[in-house]
């Protein structure tokens, strides 16, 4: 997935030369591992399995795409849970921001594994029933699995080249929930204070948001807290969607997939669907993008994504306009 | 911006005190080899590790009682390394925490799996200490920090780039402080994946290429904008795609520093692998001999703690009376990147 993802970025902008990687990842290569356990418990043969192993790392599928892209330059795997991926963004934007790079290619990856998928379980956090984000009658996660890569640049160096600008990163919020390991706390702070900080990042007033992509996992505790934190701060005037209703939650690679759909959210302008939508859980007064998808002139989007561990991340990404 | 350290807190197999512990490795003194707990009729395997009575101070933290143990060596040193910096651990002040681990949560993981596989589920209880940010997660609660917390996962090498993370948090203006640490923890299925990879060996021998002697262990500094123990520079990471081009990939990495500053001794990541020759290869290249300290003979190899613990020993050495100058601490990660980092006194 990480080879396609970088091929893609090739093909579009084979022109773009990073100087660093910041990739999200939580599972990792994580089915590697479990074929090496397995075989290990079934008392297979040794030696064979050694390339499972070189796999499992979540720095090797990284190191595959820069080999295969010839990206010879500093890379880090941040694990922050399933805000991995916008956290990878997010820092990518304040690095070039603040001027320590012109150019990052940054993003998130995350497969499917059975692990996860019985973690989930275990915790009862996952549904065998349709996904359905923020609703009154939601019963949990479905897993999903891809990647997703951006070319973030110095915007004026990008203009200098010709490049085509997609969108603008103008915004990034971090928080960190020390209530629980995997239950936000009730109140909903750790990310209101995420989105609270992405706007100040921006610059920008809640009033001025076009369209929020959710977190949305539709598990009771996230959709919550998510909620709860969106009413308060946004009220119900601002469209929401979970975009994890179709995709199913990517983990590592769910904020980076998501700030692409954000991405084309603004190029095609439309409000992406929040599907297997039933009723608004009563908690809370939300404008959802209920089961089809709207036509919309938008501007500005925030993507949240929350993680286990009390890990929170928020971005706001913006029109190009006249960037071009 | 100059980001100085100042503040260390380390667990390893041979203890906590950070002036007792440097004597060993000084004296070249091994912690003793134990082997690790695995399934019958499977090979042995062996490991330096960290006595269970040194998590003793933290183990019955409400967040804490049921972690694993990669947890509580991080809350251990984190929690040295804030009071070596002056802190007051309750209240940190604006500070940022960033993590960095090789293979994280092993013993719950594999526990975990293991109950998936022979009943077909696993327990809710060890579940969410298998995520590579549990030991970040946990120690954010316990400080109170509801800011920037970073877990990074890589080989030996994502320490060095969680301290250029830091000091990127720092230039940026967004925090005061910030608390990076290294943690690792030893397990059998651990000590198999290397044995098949050729990679771990039941003892250390610099240079023999046999392999390295897993351990246990966390390391943690607090970088502060003022103080005595400068970080001239870190190099950013340099990939290697195999591990024939290690060595050039740690020149790359010594080419980054600045020409200047001529270190007058290395704190190495040798470590009983390829890794030896490669570094001592781009370190003669890069300087010519130098004076070298291997602490993995005594430590062991806690992989993603193993960067931040020849940090430690950096400032260790500069804390002694003794010849002034720069700290080498170069870094080759067993499937990942080389970096390297110099320290000066600045005292």
């Known amino acids: 997935m990480m080879i396609a993802a970088i091929r893609e970025v090739r093909a579009q902008d084979p022109a773009f030369a990073p100087q660093q990687l910041l990739i999200g990842a939580t599972g990792g290569g994580m089915t590697f591992g479990e074929a090496f356990f397995r075989s290990l418990a079934a008392g297979g043969p040794d030696r064979r399995h050694a390339a499972w192993l070189a796999n499992y790392n979540p720095q090797k599928p990284v190191l595959d795409a820069q080999e295969e892209a010839g990206f010879r330059v500093p890379s880090a795997i941040i694990a922050n849970a399933c805000a991995s991926g916008s956290n990878a963004i997010g820092h990518a934007f304040e690095l070039i921001r603040r001027g320590r790079r012109g150019a990052i290619l940054c993003g998130g990856y995350d497969a499917l594994s059975e692990l996860v998928f019985r973690g989930f379980d275990s915790l009862q956090a996952s549904t065998a029933e349709k996904v359905r984000p923020f609703d009154a009658a939601r019963t949990g996660l479905v897993l999903g699995e891809g990647a997703a890569l951006l070319a973030l640049e110095n915007h004026e160096h990008a203009r200098a080249r010709g490049a085509r600008i997609l969108g603008l990163v103008t915004g990034y919020g971090i928080s960190t929930d020390t209530h629980h390991i995997t239950q936000p706390h009730p109140s909903g702070i750790g990310p209101r204070l995420a989105m609270e900080r992405a706007l100040a990042s921006a610059g920008c007033a809640a009033q001025s948001v076009d369209y929020i992509n959710a977190h949305g996992t539709a598990t009771l505790f996230n959709d919550a807290t998510e909620g709860l934190a969106i009413a308060q701060l946004f009220g119900n005037r601002v469209p929401v969607s979970s975009t994890k209703s179709m995709m199913g939650h990517a983990l590592g690679g769910a904020g980076a997939i998501e700030a692409v759909i954000s991405l084309l959210a603004i190029r095609e302008g439309l409000l992406p669907p929040n599907i297997n939508f039933t009723a608004c859980d009563p908690a809370w007064d939300l404008d959802i993008v209920a089961n089809r998808s709207r036509p919309a002139t938008l501007r500005r989007v925030l993507s949240n994504s929350f993680g286990f561990g009390g890990t929170n991340a928020s971005l706001v990404i913006e029109s190009a306009g006249g960037a071009n | ?347």
């Open chain 2, 1 to 347: 911006m100059d980001a100085f350290i100042t503040g260390a807190g380390w667990i390893t197999p041979l203890g906590t005190d950070l002036g007792e512990v440097w004597d060993a490795i000084l004296a070249g003194t091994p912690a003793p080899v134990r082997e690790l707990p695995g399934p019958p009729g499977h090979k042995p395997h062996f490991a330096v590790s960290v006595p269970p009575r040194l998590v003793d101070s933290v183990a019955r933290h409400p967040r804490l009682r049921r972690s694993s143990n990669i947890s509580l060596f991080a809350a251990v040193a984190a929690l040295a390394a804030l009071r070596d910096a002056g802190l007051d651990p309750a209240s940190p002040g604006n500070c940022a925490a960033i993590f960095a681990v090789s293979d994280g949560g092993v013993i719950y993981t594999r526990k975990f799996y293991d109950q998936v596989v022979r009943e077909g589920a696993g327990s809710p209880l060890l579940f969410p200490e298998t995520v590579y940010n549990a030991p970040g997660s946990h120690v954010a609660a316990l400080l109170g920090l509801d800011g920037i917390t970073y877990t990074l996962v890589g080989d030996a090498s994502a320490g060095l780039a969680a301290v250029e993370l830091g000091i990127q948090l720092l230039a940026s203006g967004q925090v005061d402080h910030c608390l990076v640490a290294g943690a690792e923890e030893a397990d059998w299925v651990l000590g198999e994946a290397y044995r098949q990879w050729r990679l771990s060996s039941s003892a250390i021998q610099i240079g023999s290429n046999r392999g390295a002697l897993i351990a246990d262990g966390a390391a943690a500094i607090v970088l502060s904008r003022q103080g005595r123990y400068l970080i001239e520079s870190v190099s950013g990471g340099v990939p290697f795609f195999r591990q024939s081009e290690a060595a050039a990939s740690l020149a790359a990495a010594l080419g980054q520093l600045p020409p200047a500053i001529a270190p007058s001794r290395a704190i190495s990541s040798a470590n009983g692998t390829f890794v030896d020759r490669a570094e001592r290869a781009a370190i003669e290249a890069a300087y010519g001999p130098i004076p070298t300290v291997y602490p993995k003979i005594s430590l062991g190899d806690p992989f993603g703690a193993s960067a931040l613990m020849q940090i430690i020993c950096a400032v260790q050495s500069l804390r002694r009376p003794g010849p002034a100058g720069s700290l080498l601490v170069p870094v080759i990660g067993l499937n990942h990147q080389a970096a390297a980092a110099l320290i000066s006194n600045r005292g």
